[in-house]
Every structure is written in C-alpha cells, then in structure tokens.
C-alpha cells in the first residue's frame, strides 16, 4: 500500500541577524563569535568569493537576500541575475608565487525541491562577473579596499559562447577588455544585460 506523501516542509521566514544574538547554552557566546571563526581572514577561498558577492550586491542595489541553493548568485530589485567569480593572487597559505587564476563553474546544474539537480549542466545567470583581488604583497593586502578590486563583466550569450566550466584570467581580460572599478561596476552590468528590452538587450 502506497504511503500518503508528507506535506512539503516549508521553512519560515528568518530575520536578518544583527550578530549579537547569543547562542543558548554557551557562556558568553554570541553569532558574530561564530562570524569570527568561520570568516575570520578574507583570504580564504570561500570568504573571499563570498564578499565578491556582496560587493556586487552592494554595485547594483539589490535588496534581495542570498540564496545558498539559487542558480545565480546575485539578483537585482528586477529580476537580473548575476553569477559573481572571484580570485586573487595572494592566498591564505604561505605560497612561492602569485597565484594562477581560474574562474571555475561557469555552468552548472540547478536545483529545486521536487527535482533535486539537473542531469545538463547550463548557464545560469544573465550576466557575469568576474571579480579579482589586485594586491600581489601582503604588505599592502586590503581586501575592504574596493581599489584593490577589478572588475570583469560579460553578459551569458558571450560566456556561453567559450563553452568552457572554467576560464582563465586571461581568457576573460582577452574577451572583456579593460577592467571596470566598482564605482563604474553597476553601469557596466546594467549595459552588459542581454534581456530583451535592456540597454544591453
């Protein structure tokens, strides 16, 4: 006999958090204690393409939350979706040189509770940015300073058109031209959206 399906669980709304809330059952413990563990040098891999993220979120004024599981990382007040890579030269390990940058998951499969993943992979965003960390000296490493920021954007016909999971620095300075700083950074989105009835469509 067939089971009856269980209802769909929905999770409700969350508050932003502030990070002072304290986190039940530990002394003196509060969530931007937790910020301070998880995220404590924006060097680290994850953290840093983190911030690129919101560095983007913050060029193009979006009010909209990131969504872990969406297929894009950014999404404009109306309805742009924005896919942000990030790299850097300088890691958060001792290394002998600067780092190589590669932009890796270009495409990628979407997800959505009743299907799971996508068996094709696919572009996902309408427009794409690259973001890459200048400083080549911890010396001078800043990552809170957006000069130390540049700034690559393609709209999708054009990073589907490398057919590629990744890309190098490289490729995209060749396919993009000069960098954009993040004052000029929302423009340079704005003309780069390829929907129709666009500047870029």
């Not at 919101?54 to 872990?68: I, Y």
């Not at 742009?80 to 030269?89: F, S, T």
């Not at 309408?126 to 490493?141: L, M, S």
Request: net charge negative; glycine share 8%; aromatic share 10%.
């Amino acid at each position: 006999m067939k089971q009856p399906a269980h209802p769909p669980l929905i999770p409700r709304p969350m508050p932003p958090l502030r990070g002072d809330e304290s986190v039940f059952g530990v002394p003196d413990a509060a969530v931007i204690d937790f910020w301070r563990f998880a995220m404590p040098d924006l060097r680290m891999n994850n953290t840093r393409g983190l911030f690129a993220e919101f560095l983007v979120h913050q060029a193009v004024g979006s009010r909209e939350p990131r969504v872990e599981w969406a297929s894009h990382d950014v999404e404009t007040d109306d309805g742009l979706r924005i896919e942000v890579k990030a790299g850097a030269y300088l890691q958060a390990w001792e290394q002998r040189a600067p780092s190589q940058i590669r932009f890796s998951g270009t495409r990628g499969r979407t997800w959505s509770p009743d299907g799971g993943y996508s068996e094709a992979k696919s572009y996902n965003a309408d427009v794409y940015v690259f973001a890459v960390q200048t400083a080549r000296d911890h010396a001078v490493f800043e990552p809170l300073d957006t000069a130390q920021w540049e700034f690559y954007v393609l709209p999708r016909p054009v990073v589907a058109a490398l057919d590629s999971d990744s890309v190098s620095l490289g490729v995209v300075r060749a396919t993009a031209g000069a960098p954009v700083s993040f004052a000029a950074l929302n423009d340079c989105i704005r003309a780069a959206d390829p929907r129709p009835g666009t500047v870029g469509g």
